[in-house]
């Protein structure tokens, strides 16, 4: 190594440090603050030994975003975005709500405009270092962020990077925020600076002695125990803990409103997707890492039950307002916790072996009608316009087919799917910041290089994606996943809402219900082919099948991303 190089820039620095980490790749969008990063960057590819992240440009900061959320699930390792100054930080805002919803640890920087008008090297050169400062940059994501703190000095440069990572790792997972002077950033850093190993480990919750087996012994002695998941079981020994847990004990497990899945949808205990009659009648819950486990104004729970929460944390300590009942608080990383919980039931089988014999043989019964009625009204939207219960039936059993992951954003919803692998279904967080499923997807795609990956999106959440940003950076970076609109002209979410609260009201009367539909819908075929997709519209449910299978082959045999846009009803 030259002399030039054995120091470097603070913001190569950084991209060195995130590597050191374990950080795998950086999603970027630059401006006018990258520049000591990009010298960093050109000086380190001539040095052989230079270890730095792989870097994705992203045409949109939101697209960024998702690709952390969606590698993050993916792999379980938690990646970097960097942004522009407070308006690329603005753009990135609601995927930072969005990682924040969903526990992901991505480490998110953003430039600091310049502050010095002369003077000093990385100084004010531009109108625009004038019109981007800001009092408060930070609050553009504080509410959404662990933990935020500027970068004041060359020499923090590794602690600073160590705290940020083992702090968005330490349970509750989630986002943190560094934002990055210009000024800083073209300081220079002794590499030996850099050398130390990390000295920061993220931090793990557990459950309180005792807790767990007065958990499980709740549970055990439970005449009517019931399951509810949402955000999925710690993964695939958790998705296995679970399966066995429920079968052995036979306890329904419901999954309202999931965003991964917790049971194979073919298991004899899963009992459906609304917890209803089965909570109103329940004398035990075991709520598994669900913000929203049921809905006070639709759903019962009897009084004097008692309930059971597992989770990260399972106050979701973050949301103001959360009353649900939890006389057992089992945090941690929900896999573990659940195998601890079944390991303290065992024990009391022997004495409850008849009580669980009894109520099997019904519970199965039931489940199995109610998930033959799901699958039939799925079966029945085969027509012209089809439904999306239908779509949505065709593409669960393409993905079983194919062992595709399938990520949805108001598209295909697992009620209608028969799925049975775990880490195979991923929907939307909760916080509802649209266009993420699509971003997500790449991420998958960049993790899974050798699987399909499947987009279902609605086609109000498809135009918030940024379509264009995302299709080109599939084109780019060899990610050749396919996408599927389901398109009925209009937002059946919003639809849906107003339904809800005015179900005999003049919207509902409407022959056009107001501010819900587009009109002219865009045609979605060109927009993917401007970034040389397979694409092809979809009218005619029977043609659905076919119309997958070409997809499919248009990726696996030519390598290029594929669209579907799939005309349903508005339902």
Not at 117 to 134: A, C, H, K, T
Request: hydrophobic share 45%; with cysteine.
């Amino acid at each position: 190594m030259d002399n030039q190089q054995a120091s470097i820039t603070t913001g190569e620095a950084l991209l060195r440090r995130f590597k050191t980490l374990g950080i795998d790749h950086v999603f970027l969008n630059s401006g006018t603050d990258f520049p000591p990063i990009i010298e960093g960057i050109a000086r380190a590819g001539g040095d052989p030994g230079a270890d730095l992240p792989a870097l994705i440009i992203a045409p949109h900061e939101h697209a960024a975003m998702g690709m952390a959320h969606g590698y993050f699930l993916a792999t379980g390792r938690s990646q970097a975005v960097m942004v522009h100054t407070n308006v690329g930080l603005a753009n990135a805002a609601i995927g930072a709500l969005n990682a924040a919803s969903g526990n992901i640890p991505t480490i998110l920087c953003s430039g600091r405009t310049p502050v010095t008008e002369s003077g000093r090297f990385g100084g004010r050169l531009n109108p625009i270092n004038w019109g981007q400062e800001m009092r408060d940059q930070h609050a553009l994501v504080r509410e959404a962020t662990k933990w935020d703190f500027e970068l004041r000095d060359s020499e923090q440069t590794a602690d600073v990077v160590d705290r940020a990572h083992a702090i968005a790792n330490s349970l509750p997972r989630g986002p943190v925020y560094l934002s990055l002077p210009r000024e800083v950033l073209c300081e220079t850093i002794s590499l030996e600076r850099l050398a130390a190993a990390p000295a920061l480990a993220a931090s793990i919750s557990a459950p309180r002695p005792g807790d767990v087996e007065r958990a499980a012994e709740i549970l055990a002695h439970a005449a009517r125990p019931l399951i509810i998941g949402q955000r999925g079981p710690g993964g695939q020994d958790g998705f296995a803990t679970l399966a066995r847990l429920a079968a052995d004990w036979a306890i329904p497990v419901v999954e309202y409103w999931p965003t991964q899945m917790s049971l194979s949808t073919e298991h004899p205990m899963h009992a459906g997707y609304d917890p209803g009659a089965k909570l109103a009648d329940a004398d035990a819950v075991l709520v598994i890492d669900a913000l929203t486990p049921w809905v006070p104004a639709h759903h019962t729970l009897p009084s004097g039950c008692p309930v059971i929460q597992i989770g990260q944390d399972p106050l979701f300590a973050c949301t103001p307002v959360r009353g649900f009942r939890c006389d057992v608080a089992l945090p941690g990383d929900v896999a573990h916790v659940l195998e601890e919980l079944a390991t303290a039931m065992a024990p009391h089988m022997p004495k409850q072996s008849e009580a669980v014999a009894a109520r099997r043989p019904a519970l199965a019964r039931t489940n199995d009608k109610a998930r033959a009625e799901r699958h039939q009204r799925a079966k029945d939207g085969c027509r012209e316009p089809m439904s999306k219960s239908w779509v949505a039936h065709c593409v669960g059993a393409f993905s079983e087919q194919h062992d595709t992951i399938i990520v949805s954003e108001l598209g295909c919803q697992l009620a209608d799917m028969t799925l049975t692998r775990p880490d195979c279904y991923f929907q939307e967080p909760p916080s509802g910041g649209l266009g993420w499923a699509l971003a997500a997807a790449l991420g998958f795609q960049l993790a899974e290089r050798e699987r399909l990956v499947v987009a279902t999106v609605g086609d109000g959440s498809y135009m918030f994606a940024n379509p264009v940003a995302c299709h080109q950076i599939a084109e780019a970076h060899d990610l050749p996943l396919l996408t599927i609109v389901l398109n009925n002209s209009g937002w059946n979410a919003v639809r849906h809402a107003t339904l809800a609260l005015y179900p005999d009201g003049a919207a509902a009367k409407a022959n056009v219900m107001p501010l819900t539909i587009f009109s002219p819908s865009p045609d979605f075929v060109k927009v993917a082919e401007a970034s040389r997709a397979y694409a092809e519209r979809v009218d005619r449910g029977a043609d659905l099948p076919a119309a997958l299978e070409r997809a499919r082959h248009a990726i696996q045999t030519e390598r290029r991303q594929a669209l579907l846009d799939v005309q349903v009803a508005r339902d």
